[in-house]
Structures are given as structure tokens and as C-alpha cells.
T-cell receptor, first 112, second 111 residues
Framework: KAGVTQTPRYLIKTRGQQVTLSCSPI?????VSWYQQTPGQGLQFLFE???????NKGNFPGRFSGRQFSNSRSEMNVSTLELGDSALYLC???????????FGPGTRLTVT | DQQVKQNSPSLSVQEGRISILNCDYT??????FLWYKKYPAEGPTFLIS?????DKNEDGRFTVFLNKSAKHLSLHIVPSQPGDSAVYFC??????????FGKGTTLSVSS
């Protein structure tokens, strides 16, 4: 069974631009969560989607948004990029009611 | 306010010895706890978990202990191997909410 895939793996953007990251969950997994990892801050929860609906949301500004499609694939968008948005963005999928999440390799975003 | 804390940013252990990674939490509503391991340039991988109704769970070299009264859990790795060198994250689950992760502990196992 294929794991969680994320595209692109690396991205360099300029301040003020916007970016869209993509995540394909494990087949059969309907829940997708997004996390931001920065040095010393661990994994900070962004949002969770289940059956195309946002189920939970973390404490991030409205510049961060996401969506989930009917095939469970998910995208997250960051608008008006700031230098502090430079981070590893991780996507994780799980079965509908499973607490165990399976992570993708992440997208390394660098904002210059 | 950090609900899940890993107070040791790093831990160094010799190969063959025991590694003990610690995690404290503040919310008594957490019902499930997990440990993840992360290598550089990779996503975290699930290692082992424990339900709040248990106090111990074992899987090969990895054992997780839960002390609910102290709101403390620990991950024991015996014997430690150089390939165990990674960042270890503790995570906690509460019904209806997302997993909450600690900031991680970097384990270095020297041969």
C-alpha cells in the first residue's frame, strides 16, 4: 500500500507570494491533517479534514487555509507569505476513527 | 499553554544501554498517547502507543509506560542501537480534537 505523498518536496517563494501544497493520503484513509514544523517548536497543528469538511483547526492566522476533495486528497494554501512561514509542512492521514496518523515526507518551504 | 511537554531537548546514550525518553501532560482528558520517531528530511513514523486505561505497552525493544496520577509517560528503548538516533515526539489524543505533540527529544546513540 502506498504511503502518504506530498508535493512538491521543496519550494522557494518570495515574501508576499502565495503557495499551494498538496497531499495524497493512504488509500482508504479519509482524515487528513496538516502540521507545521519549525526548529524548536515541534509539530504545530494547522487543520484536519474529514470527508471534505474541516473538523478541527489550529491557532494559525487566516492566511493559512485548506480543503479536501472527494477522493480525500487535500491541499493547503498560504497567502501573503512571510519569512516566518519558512518551515516543514507535514501532512498526515488516518482512518476515520483512528488515532494513529501516518505522515508524508513533508514539503520544505523557504520564504525569502 | 503547552499541554504536552518534553522537557529534555536531547539525550545521549551508548549503544546497548537503555534510552528513556520522558513526556509530561497537563490535560486529564487525554485518552490515548503515541510516540513518533523522525529522521531528518522524513516525516514522523509511528512507533508505539498506549491507551489511558493501560499502564504499559511493549513492542520489541520499545516499551511505553503511563503514570496517570503523575500525568507522565515514558518511552524505554532497550537495547539502544545507533539506528535509533532520531527525534522522538510524544503526542496525546482527546476525543474530538487533533493530536497534540510535544516539541521533541533528539536521541543520539553512540557506538
Amino acid at each position: 500500500k502506498a504511503g502518504v505523498t506530498q508535493t512538491p518536496r521543496y519550494l522557494i517563494k518570495t515574501r508576499g507570494q502565495q503557495v499551494t501544497l498538496s497531499c495524497s493520503p493512504i488509500s482508504g484513509h479519509r482524515s487528513v491533517s496538516w502540521y507545521q514544523q519549525t526548529p524548536g517548536q515541534g509539530l504545530q497543528f494547522l487543520f484536519e479534514y474529514f470527508s471534505e469538511t474541516q473538523r478541527n483547526k489550529g491557532n494559525f492566522p487566516g492566511r493559512f487555509s485548506g480543503r479536501q476533495f472527494s477522493n480525500s486528497r487535500s491541499e493547503m494554501n498560504v497567502s501573503t507569505l512571510e519569512l516566518g512561514d519558512s518551515a516543514l509542512y507535514l501532512c498526515a492521514s488516518s482512518l476515520a476513527d483512528s488515532k494513529e496518523q501516518y505522515f508524508g515526507p513533508g514539503t520544505r518551504l523557504t520564504v525569502t | 499553554d503547552q499541554q504536552v511537554k518534553q522537557n529534555s531537548p536531547s539525550l545521549s546514550v551508548q549503544e546497548g544501554r537503555i534510552s528513556i525518553l520522558n513526556c509530561d501532560y497537563t490535560n486529564s482528558m487525554f485518552d490515548y498517547f503515541l510516540w513518533y520517531k523522525k529522521y531528518p528530511a522524513e516525516g514522523p513514523t509511528f512507533l508505539i502507543s498506549i491507551s489511558s486505561i493501560k499502564d504499559k505497552n511493549e513492542d520489541g525493544r520499545f516499551t511505553v509506560f503511563l503514570n496517570k496520577s503523575a500525568k507522565h509517560l515514558s518511552l524505554h528503548i532497550v537495547p539502544s542501537q545507533p539506528g535509533d538516533s532520531a527525534v522522538y515526539f510524544c503526542a496525546a489524543h482527546r476525543a474530538g480534537t487533533a493530536l497534540i505533540f510535544g516539541k521533541g527529544t533528539t536521541l543520539s546513540v553512540s557506538s
